[in-house]
Nanobody
Framework: QVQLVESGGELVQAGDSLRLSCAAS????????MGWFRQAPGKEREFVAA????????YYADSLKGRFTISRDNAKNTGFLQMNSLKPEDTAVYYC???????????????WGQGTQVTVSS
């Protein structure tokens, strides 16, 4: 079992940066791939980024590549999502997830956090 808690979401202005954190409980976190997803009001949850358990492999949504960076620190049981040049359309609840394999679809992940709100004003 892995429990995930996101933090770092807040209200920012367009062009600002934010770093989200995902703190995991359980010593097995380092064995899981980690993903970030987001859900805007009235929209379906969408893939943002994913990282393998080693950290060597990363995936990004094409539209976010270059602005967002995913990383992890297995020694601290924590994952991160660095978001730069934020836009109003990045406004959403951001969720981290853990699963056995790195992937771009939500059903590949078994464990989910409660989400953290990111709001970008224009």
């Amino acid at each position: 079992q892995v429990q995930l808690v996101e933090s770092g979401g807040e209200l920012v202005q367009a062009g600002d940066s934010l770093r989200l954190s995902c703190a995991a409980s359980g010593r097995t976190f380092r064995r899981y791939a980690m993903g970030w997803f987001r859900q805007a009001p009235g929209k379906e949850r969408e893939f943002v980024a994913a990282i393998s358990w080693t950290g060597y492999t990363t995936y990004y949504a094409d539209s976010l590549k270059g602005r967002f960076t995913i990383s992890r620190d297995n020694a601290k049981n924590t994952g991160f999502l660095q978001m730069n040049s934020l836009k109003p359309e990045d406004t959403a609840v951001y969720y981290c997830a853990a699963g056995n394999e790195i992937g771009r679809v939500s059903h590949q992940y078994d464990y989910w956090g409660q989400g953290t709100q990111v709001t970008v004003s224009s």
